[in-house]
């Protein structure tokens, strides 16, 4: 059980990092969401050292609500173009 809790305490610091980096090399739009496309985030060096999955982070935060983006899984190369939204909320609650 402790191992279970260790993990999942853990995705939620990954998911702050992820929502923070978003912020950082993303694009703020009108409607108060950030923009940045899954080539950005995966050539991030500074997501790249502080998430343990970079993929599972942003499967985790979709679950959550937090972004949205096509398809269920993203792979660099093929949806390197994908746009992922940070909803409004999210890009208004993280903080670097």
Not at 32 to 46: C, L
Not at 64 to 82: I, W
């Amino acid at each position: 059980r402790i191992k279970m809790a260790e993990a999942a305490a853990g995705v939620e610091v990954d998911i702050q990092h992820l929502v923070a980096g978003l912020k950082r090399i993303g694009k703020a739009q009108d409607d108060g969401t950030v923009q940045v496309t899954f080539g950005e985030v995966f050539a991030d060096e500074i997501l790249e050292q502080q998430l343990e999955s970079l993929v599972g982070s942003l499967k985790a935060a979709k679950k959550r609500g937090l972004l949205a983006f096509e398809g269920q899984m993203l792979l660099k190369g093929a949806h390197d173009h994908v746009v992922i939204t940070l909803a409004s909320d999210s890009a208004e609650a993280a903080t670097g």
